[in-house]
């Protein structure tokens, strides 16, 4: 069967996303005609172009006068971020040469301020910076098209946690932009040049469900034939307990949790695995027994089709860590499925892609490596598992220092005691440049609480190794938490800014505690001092659960202090001030 595999809007533009190359390897393998296509790509292309700055101009009746800079000055813009055109370093450089929306003015007011030249960044990482800053501009006055419209998102807010399919459809009927046509364009090229018999879309997050949408809905349109299928981590947390029939009306089928096996039997009018359809008027859920594939089994991604030079980097903040996630090119890459811990109170664990935990060997994640390299030309890897185990990087380590293997890596671990000086050793010489993990609470008694399988002692240590073998370090931290005091919340700043201050620690990001369905705590919410309340009625979307429970401090309040402090450490900065200072500023 000829299966055309959709990433449809808004992601990152710097990289393929990782779930259609590796469905695309699979279901050659099995003998089918699979191709793909980045829409989220070539979405953000036609916008980022002479004709769709004009396009933009003439909508919101912006006179030429002002948008002509942009016309001028945008494919300069877009090669150098492409690496196309690396001299066009000095023209970017040149005050003047670009158009000063408000994002790239204030950077000029900043560097104005501090007097820190841009905190030293050489002459190409000031100019790409700048460059994002620029495109972000463009894309600032592309939202007043449409209030939905964000640079790696788009109408996030309406598809999360939504209990009926009503604003969708509407969205979908009533919403008018040129966005809308853009999208339907693009789906249209990708028809004509493909003749797929079915369209499988991949629905990460919620900011891609309304593109997914549009995409399903023109392919309907222009034939009804063509089979749609939707699958991905949006679809696999939040339309678990799907009711709502109306959402049929645009896809004829919907697969949860890994989506090897449900594609292949739908591709081969086989029973369905995992499988939401429409029946007389009602949401069915079909699914026979059947063994997953193994992780070791499965075939290197393959980019085939997709035009990894058309992919540009954002760098929009000067942390060196943050950077990462949306600037260069990296080949995104998986090596076990689910989590090696999968016991953390607040996550999902009772959802396949955290509770099933299945590694590929040292072995066969090197011969993955050697074969996308060989294809992308490219020696940087995103390791996305949710949490890379100690014992399989230990053995991969060994393997690509045996192979001799020049790569530079980077992903998510657990600061946990397993993470010893001998394996962070090995990881800095195997090409670690960097690692992501949670700190969560930064307290021992909330720590183990939520079960994190962590001690503060124990992550301060590898945190500490870890900078010193030259790898980079992110935290995500968490507020809100129930029973989480005020004291503990500045206790766990406090520890923050220590680690900062002592350069173990290169950037953070705090997250407001959410409950989920699928948690551990919600289903046993009572260990944790927590009421559930009263559910919305849901038919379609759910995921965050809505609860109370006491507080000796304002959360919101407390959210902002953070976010304004960690800030302003990230930029190296209120280093001298203990933690409780920050109030007073708020």
Known sequence: MKILLITPPLLQPNTPYAATPLLLAWLNAQGHDAVQSDLSLQFLLKLFSRDGILKVSEALGIPMDAAEPYLESIELVMAFLQNRNPDAVFRILERGELPEGENLARAYEMEEQLQWNFRGLDLIDRARYLASLYLDDIADVA????????????????????????????ELEEGDSIFFDWLEELTDFELEKHFPEMVAITVPFPGCLLGALIIARRIKQQNPEIQVTLGGGYINTELRELKDPAIFDYVDSITLDSGFIPLKHLAEGREPVRTFKRKNGAVIFQSVETEEVKHADLPPPDFQGLELDDYFGVFESLNPVTRLWSDERWNKLVLAHGCCWSRCAFCDTSIDYICRYDPADPQTICDWIEVVMDQTEFNGFHFVDEALPPDLLDGLCDEIRRRGLNIEWWGNIR????????????????????????????????????????????????LTDLANNGILTHAYLMYGFPTQTEAETFQALEKVRDLFDRDVLHSAFWHRFALTAHSDMSQAPERYSLTVLPPVESAFARNEISFDTPFDHDPDEIGRILDRATYNYMLGLGLDRPARTWIADS
């Open 143 to 170: 939202a007043a098209l449409d209030p939905n419209f964000g640079f790696s998102r788009y109408a996030e807010k309406l598809a999360t946690s939504l209990p009926d399919f009503g604003p969708l459809r509407r």
């Open 415 to 462: 600061y946990e005691k397993r993470f010893s000086p001998v394996l962070i050793r090995k990881m800095a010489e195997a090409g670690c440049i960097a690692v992501t993990g949670g700190l969560e609470t930064g307290c021992d008694r909330t720590l183990d609480l939520m079960r994190k399988g962590i001690r503060m002692e124990h992550a301060e240590r590898v």
